[in-house]
Structure formats: C-alpha cells, structure tokens
C-alpha cells in the first residue's frame, strides 16, 4: 500500500532486500521494564538484524547493565557460545 506504514518507515518484510541490513549476528537482551511497557516485537528486528538470540530478561530496566550484571553477562557469554558452536567445525 503506498504511502503506508512501511513506505514512511522503510522497513521491509525482507531483510535480504534491504541494503541497510544488518548482517552481523545479533543478540537482544529485553528487560522487565521494557516488557512491562510493551515487548518491542521481534519481527521488527529481524527486518534489519540477523537476529540469533531473543532473551526476555526477568527482572532490570533502563540501566540494566547496572542493574543485573550477572543476568546480562550471562545471557552474553550464551549467545557468544551459541555462536562459536554454531560456527566452528569440529577437528
């Protein structure tokens, strides 16, 4: 539909098509508080991340690394361990 939503935003269904995708492997970590307020989706994101690791956190908020250090170095070290697993062949 022109002139609608994804015509004012630019954001397309599929992230390959775009030439501002980004391409990089990417984790988001969604705090309580966020959640509390409305989840942003994650089909949002994946129209312009390669979304690999989607993790609603059960407890933090604006200045999470502050807050829950333990749950976001956690949730980090997962996702860099997911990704060396995944990328790494065996020997």
């Known amino acids: 539909m022109p002139g609608g939503l994804n015509d004012a935003t630019g954001l397309r269904p ?5 030439p501002d995708a980004v391409r ?7 705090f309580q508080q966020f959640i509390d307020d409305g989840t942003p989706p994650r089909e949002w994101a994946e129209r312009l991340y390669d979304i690999r690791r989607w993790t609603p ?3 933090g908020g604006h200045f999470a690394a502050a807050e829950q250090p333990d749950l976001l170095s956690r949730d980090i070290a997962a996702f860099f361990n997911d990704l060396t697993a995944t990328t790494t062949s065996p020997q």
């Open 14 to 18: 599929d992230p390959g098509s775009r």
């Open 24 to 30: 990089v492997p990417t984790a988001v970590a969604v």
């Open 57 to 59: 956190m059960p407890r």
